[in-house]
């Protein structure tokens, strides 16, 4: 992406359809839930804190962050400082959170949580997002309306402007419409999570979604 020259995603249409797959995942985790009724695959490689969930948004989240700060120093060496920066405060959220779904190494390095963590945090581990619930679900909330605005109305509501070539930080750092179906699933998901615990419906299988 350049200033000059934005990819509304029409030229890749291959690409565009697979994306749609990322459904997938959330389809495999609702059949193992449905099938291990026991629980005891599902809740330890599942949705356990070394589980596949935890673990791949960590390993999704260290790419992520290489290729904001990546596209920071592009913009920075085009003198676009701005847009640099604000790719560089995307980097850091990425480190942000993969490091507190880790608990910073924790649960993969095996220590014991400092007393203040103990006494404070929920779980007893050592991150700062299980000190209140509202603090995790406000976060929640404030990432989802981010990829709302961001991956879903914004490059849909842009996309025949984009066409025209014109620059702007906005178009600068908003996705294409490649994003749209990432979006559209964190939405559909988030939305399952919320009717869960607002109706508070007793889904075996999403029990690990709550919060």
């Not at 804190?49 to 290489?66: D, H, K, Q, R, S």
Request: charged share 20%; with cysteine; hydrophobic share 50%.
């Amino acid at each position: 992406m350049t200033d000059s020259t934005v990819d509304t995603g029409r030229n890749h249409p291959k690409r565009l359809l697979s994306v749609w797959l990322l459904p997938l995942p959330f389809l495999v985790h609702l059949l193992v839930g449905f099938f291990d009724k026991e629980r005891t695959f599902f809740d330890r490689w599942i949705e356990s804190e070394l589980g596949v969930i935890e673990n791949l948004t960590v390993l999704v989240l260290i790419p992520a962050t290489v290729f904001f700060l990546i596209t920071a120093k592009r913009y920075w060496s085009n003198r676009s400082r701005f847009v640099a920066l604000w790719f560089v405060g995307a980097a850091l959220v990425c480190v942000g959170f993969g490091g507190e779904e880790a608990s910073w190494g924790q649960h993969w390095f095996g220590w014991e949580s400092p007393s203040y963590f103990e006494e404070n945090n929920r779980q007893g581990e050592t991150n700062f997002h299980n000190f209140d619930i509202q603090l995790g679900r406000t976060v929640k909330a404030i990432l989802t309306l981010g990829i709302l605005i961001g991956g879903l109305i914004v490059p849909l509501t842009l996309a025949s402007a984009n066409e025209e070539g014109k620059s702007s930080f906005l178009r600068n750092i908003v996705g294409t419409r490649a994003c749209v179906p990432a979006a559209f699933w964190v939405i559909f998901v988030r939305l399952i999570e919320r009717f869960k615990t607002w109706f508070d419906l007793e889904w075996i299988i999403l029990a690990g979604t709550n919060g």
